[in-house]
């Protein structure tokens, strides 16, 4: 996967409200770019819980979560809807996977790894994890150390 | 789940709730009132022999009344009744609206407006957020998470060890 040094890859993604989310948003703030496999699997829903609900410190941090899956927009809206996670969901659905693939986070079944990119206001990669496997859930802690290091 | 942790979790301290006997094993337990599985959990610690301590980690958007539930345990803790109130809710744990804290509330005989202004106080938030942020220091991501202390240190364990099948 992407590593910690290097610029962000050419990649475009969709948003909600189906407009391109690209390399150029990520510019001037700090950003977690949270890729999980699936909307409404059970591991990607305790995921996005806890997160959103230490949200409010990862804000205070300066840092702007976003959940990133190759699941369809409305999916993901009806996901994060049912949730009530108010963190941003970007569809990397068409041309399926291919923002995952520029990160090197694309699993071979078609679906986002479980991993964790946090990029700078400069667009470069301050720090990256893949879980071990899709089935492990990353804790919110490693996402502190690492804003903090 | 520890191997992540950026922090140790702590051992039990004086303003832990704890309950049991001293001379045997001690478990920690992070749980929320809403979960489900930590009901289940709760009905197995019953029947152990163990000491138990008590953290909450409530996670408003899997269960919208755990916080709510977690600071009534809280106020009833401050009129030195926490066990009874965390029995309770438990044991009623598809009701926890206002008018069902209120309820276990008077059923314990807690003073009902000092149990009111102390849930929504600031300090009992604060209370519950102690254990959370130590739970997520910890590398904690869902409730039930169990400790077994070990030579004084909180070590972590398999939920199936206590709960068998019924674990996810």
């Known amino acids: 996967m992407i590593e910690a040094g290097a610029p962000v890859p050419k990649f475009a993604l969709r948003r909600g409200d189906d407009s391109d989310f690209t390399a150029a948003d990520l510019e001037g703030q700090t950003s977690v770019l949270v890729f999980y496999p699936f909307a409404f699997s059970p591991v990607c829903t305790d995921q996005l819980n806890l997160y959103q609900e230490v949200l409010d410190e990862f804000t205070a941090q300066g840092a702007t979560l976003y959940g990133i899956s190759c699941d369809a927009t409305y999916s993901q809206t009806a996901f994060a809807k049912q949730l009530g996670v108010t963190i941003e969901q970007l569809s990397d659905f068409e041309p399926k996977g291919e923002a995952c693939r520029a990160f090197g986070v694309l699993h071979p079944g078609g679906f986002p790894q479980r991993a964790l990119v946090i990029v700078g206001p400069d667009k470069v990669v301050r720090w990256s994890y893949q879980a071990a496997s899709p089935g492990d859930l990353p804790g919110a802690n490693l996402i502190f150390d690492a804003l903090a290091a | ?168």
């Open chain 2, 1 to 168: 789940m520890t191997d992540l942790g950026s922090a140790p979790i702590p051992p039990p301290g004086e303003d832990d709730h704890v309950r049991g006997p001293r001379d045997g094993r001690t478990l920690i337990v992070y749980a929320d009132f809403e979960c489900p599985f930590c009901a289940v959990l709760h009905e197995h610690l019953l029947a152990l022999d163990a000491r138990i301590v008590f953290r909450h980690f409530p996670v408003r958007s899997s269960h919208p009344r755990a916080w709510p539930a977690a600071c009534a345990a809280e106020a009833a803790a401050r009129q030195d009744r926490f066990w009874e109130m965390h029995d309770a809710l438990f044991a009623d744990a598809a009701r926890l609206e206002d008018p069902h804290l209120w309820e276990h509330a008077r059923t314990l005989g807690l003073d009902l407006d000092r149990f009111d202004t102390d849930r929504r106080s600031d300090a009992v938030r604060e209370r519950v957020k102690r254990d959370f942020r130590a739970g997520v220091r910890g590398g904690i991501v869902t409730t039930p998470a169990v400790f077994e202390l070990c030579d004084g240190a909180p070590v972590a364990i398999a939920r199936a060890e206590l709960i068998g099948d019924a674990g996810r």
